[in-house]
């Protein structure tokens, strides 16, 4: 506040949030647009096309699908990703230093070379069906999040309560549950979040992973493109910024915004 | 027993899960590109005599770089605004830069065919205004990749940059302000060093990103600007030649994990902070 900042600046500041956010409420004038081709500003005003998302077969499977992925990878991440963050913290001086690393190469490797590696390895290589190989794809896509978010909320652990509620007769299963996890509760609803997040939007892991009858729907929405340029893209788009703003609410209901600065 | 090595056994699932599923099967895809008959180096000797190929590594690093630079410009200013911003503004503008950042990619890809097509909104607002006598082909050529590449990662670089500029205090400024420096001075001699671990990060983060990605290119690319990602689709998902995928996906791991190397190495050694 005490800074000045240059007329300039601000000026370019608006510009880039225009371009920011333009796009966006481009895509929610097209979804209502009552026309057959996508256009901006819409012509006239309809819901049909977030009806018509429902009518196309293709769509409505990908949604269950990616619902479905999402909440498994995501469920399956926290239950592993959990205790090996806990590890890292609580046990360093038992664990090699190379072990955290483990948790990075997920973010170092690119996700199509995942993808691919997958596809070449575990569904063709070990003949497993496409969803399982999906369900493992996304689930180390996501597991960093689990991992280290939730380490850095435990690096700020104070486990000396632990251990005073342990010697006062507490089981360390029940400690765990009823001391620690409380403690992290921030760390572990924004992994859940942004795990959620990455995985329903995910294209370049499950590129390579959808077979007859199974795809995700950021899939399905790339194969819709490439051949029909209708508003029904617009607004299944429409649909995924909603569940993108639910998802913010969460957010700030449970932690405040700022916190996804850090 | 189980008491010595209780950490190990927490940590277990989470590791074999990443050794089975991620180290054991891209080792695989880099280690089958070496298994030739025709050499050892055969599939790297193959990629590299095909002009069409050296072509595509070549437009995917010009992509990348430019995506790079132009996020990195926009964002490091943009960033610099937001974190000198009154705070209840300060959270608007963050919500602004989160909201497009966790809409997925393909959403923010297409709004982008709608805006650049033949029939799209600027070609008509050009139109309309008479800048143009008729619509152009904006699509499928290396500029429209660049914007929505831009686009995409701009966010990101707002975001990560928002939190290093936040870090420096006030005072710093106000203190070279106070010694005579002009607000141009202080931005390029207080703020900028500091800031340049940060820019490093959201460097890093913004190359790696583009030099791998999929959907934008192929969204607005298409064919005609074929990146190192929708290359190695074809050859796996087309043309079946999984050699030839597995070496594309080598040489991206490979950039990948050196850039990662060597910004960390260079981060570290400009970190005015560090002793």
């Known amino acids: 506040m005490a800074t000045r900042i240059p007329l300039p600046l601000i000026l370019l500041t608006i510009a880039v949030y225009i371009f920011l956010v333009g796009p966006l409420i481009i895509i929610l004038g097209a979804a209502v647009s009552d026309t057959t081709y996508l256009t901006f500003p819409p012509q006239g005003f309809t819901l049909h096309w977030f009806q018509r998302i429902f009518e196309i077969g293709a769509f409505r499977r990908t949604i269950v699908t990616s619902l479905e992925l999402a909440c498994l990878a995501t469920a399956l991440a926290l239950v592993i990703g959990i205790p090996a963050a806990y590890a890292l913290n609580r046990y360093r001086i038992q664990l090699p230093t190379w072990l955290s690393t483990v948790f990075v190469l997920p973010i170092l490797v690119p996700e199509i070379v995942l993808g691919f590696s997958l596809l070449k390895s575990v569904a063709v290589g070990a003949a497993l069906p496409i969803f399982p190989t999906l369900l493992i794809g996304h689930t180390l896509l996501v597991l960093p999040y689990a991992v280290r978010v939730i380490s850095a909320s435990l690096a700020s652990f104070d486990f000396s309560i632990e251990e005073a509620a342990i010697s006062l007769g507490s089981p360390p299963a029940k400690t765990f549950f009823t001391i620690v996890l409380p403690n992290v509760r921030s760390g572990v609803i924004a992994a859940f979040i942004l795990a959620f997040i990455t995985s329903i939007n995910d294209v370049s892991t499950s590129l390579f992973l959808t077979g007859p009858g199974v795809s995700t729907l950021p899939i399905q929405i790339l194969a819709h493109v490439e051949q029909f340029f209708d508003p029904v893209i617009a607004s299944v788009s429409v649909l995924l910024m909603l569940l993108t703003v639910a998802v913010m609410a969460i957010v700030e209901r449970t932690l405040g915004l700022t916190f996804l600065t850090k | ?275």
Do not use: C
């Open chain 2, 1 to 275: 027993m189980l008491k010595r090595h209780i950490g190990w056994w927490l940590a277990l699932p989470a590791t074999l899960l990443v050794v089975l599923f991620l180290v054991l099967p891209v080792a695989g895809t880099i280690g089958s590109t070496f298994g030739e008959s025709a050499g050892p180096f055969a599939p790297y000797l193959s990629f590299f005599s095909s002009g069409f190929r050296r072509r595509v590594l070549w437009r995917t690093l010009e992509i990348s770089l430019a995506t790079t630079a132009i996020s990195l410009l926009l964002g490091f200013l943009t960033a610099y605004v937001v974190s000198r911003a009154p705070r209840n503004l300060k959270s608007i503008l963050i919500i602004a830069a989160v909201f497009p950042l966790l809409t997925g990619v393909v959403v923010r890809s297409f709004a982008w065919l709608i805006i650049l097509g033949k029939n799209g909104i600027l070609n008509n607002l050009l139109v309309a205004l008479g800048i143009a006598s008729e619509p152009f082909a904006m699509l499928y050529t290396q500029g429209s990749v660049i914007v929505a590449m831009v686009y995409l990662f701009t966010p990101l670089m707002i975001l990560t940059l928002v939190g290093v500029l936040e870090n420096i205090p006030d005072d710093l400024i106000q203190a070279s302000a106070s010694l005579g420096a002009s607000a141009g001075a202080t931005f390029r001699q207080v703020v900028f060093p500091l800031a340049v671990p940060g820019l490093i990060v959201g460097a890093v983060l913004v190359f790696t990103g583009s030099f791998t990605s999929y959907a934008t290119p192929q969204l607005l690319g298409g064919e005609k600007q074929m990146v190192m990602g929708t290359l190695m689709y074809q050859q796996a998902m087309v043309n079946f030649d999984w050699i030839s995928a597995s070496t594309i996906a080598t040489i991206m791991v490979v950039i990948t994990i050196a850039i990662v190397l060597l910004m960390t190495r260079v981060a570290k050694r400009l970190n005015p902070m560090a002793t």
